[in-house]
């Protein structure tokens, strides 16, 4: 379990709050803005969401304090969206009023497709109440390029991944040809009719893709995210060409799930645990 430990670090701050200030100060110093997650999901009693908002309350205030260069992201499992989605709701909005106090964008990460629609109900409410809120989608869900439609004239500050959840073929595209044919039409809409958006892809034809829009959309304000440890060279890379990297940083001892994703996301990461294993 140690040396499983050790390699979930690539990806994972730690397990405490202190961990992940330091990987996002970390991270700022490298001209990176930091994202951070509380890791936790599924939750389905109200004693674990409960924690979890103080635990973002405790996070907002800390990243504040220690002059972080960031935001937060929460996922609404975490908050009770099992439970019912309006009290999901009424544990999120302290979260986001102590975000907007403190001038930042609350992004909701979307998760599982069973969610989405909850998700984007959650996210919708918020956004009347802040102007700075940002919503996760993910290219391998089916509905997404309608969301995109109905969002974006709404002014949706949008994060579009490729999506780590495994689905079913009614309600997402399954292959890699589909989901890359996908994302790379959503980056034509977003470049095309958004406002503010992240681009969140390690894939070098996704990124050259949004390289080349940007160039045909120069008015148009968006920022690449990547996740914690991956393609580190290439955040520097596109950092001192004058662009915003956004790096995703999560903690917390619920670590299991995110890393075993991360591990199914890219299978080259499985030989290099492995050979991490050897050499330990």
Not at 140 to 168: F, M, Q, S
């Amino acid at each position: 379990m140690g040396l499983l430990i050790r390699f979930a670090h690539q990806w994972v701050a730690g397990e405490t709050m202190d961990d992940a200030v330091q990987v996002a100060l970390e991270a700022n110093r490298r001209g990176i803005h930091a994202l951070v997650n509380h890791l936790g999901e599924h939750y389905h009693e109200k004693a674990p969401v409960e924690a979890t908002v103080q635990e973002y309350l405790r996070l907002v205030a800390k990243l504040r304090a220690a002059d972080v260069d960031g935001d937060v992201s929460i996922k609404p499992t975490q908050f009770g969206i099992f439970i019912d989605k309006e009290y999901a709701l009424s544990q999120i909005v302290p979260v986001m009023d102590a975000t907007k106090a403190w001038g930042r964008i609350f992004w909701v990460d979307m998760e599982a497709a069973s969610t989405v629609a909850d998700t984007i109900w959650i996210y919708e409410d918020l956004a009347r109440r802040y102007d700075r809120v940002g919503l996760c989608l993910q290219a391998n869900i089916r509905r997404t390029g309608a969301d995109l439609e109905r969002l974006l004239p709404a002014g949706a500050r949008i994060r579009l991944v490729k999506g780590a959840y495994k689905e079913t073929p009614d309600v997402a595209f399954t292959s890699r040809a589909e989901i890359d044919r996908e994302y790379l039409q959503h980056l034509d809409t977003l470049f095309a009719n958004g406002k503010h958006f992240a681009v969140a892809s390690h894939d070098g034809r996704m990124i050259a893709h949004a390289l080349e829009l940007s160039q045909q959309h120069p008015d148009v304000p968006f920022e690449f995210a990547m996740l914690q440890g991956v393609r580190d060279p290439l955040k520097a890379e596109l950092v001192s060409q004058g662009h915003q990297v956004t790096e995703y940083i999560p903690y917390g001892p619920t670590w299991l799930p995110y890393f075993t994703r991360r591990l199914r996301e890219r299978p080259r990461n499985i030989l290099t645990m492995v050979r991490s294993f050897i050499s330990g």
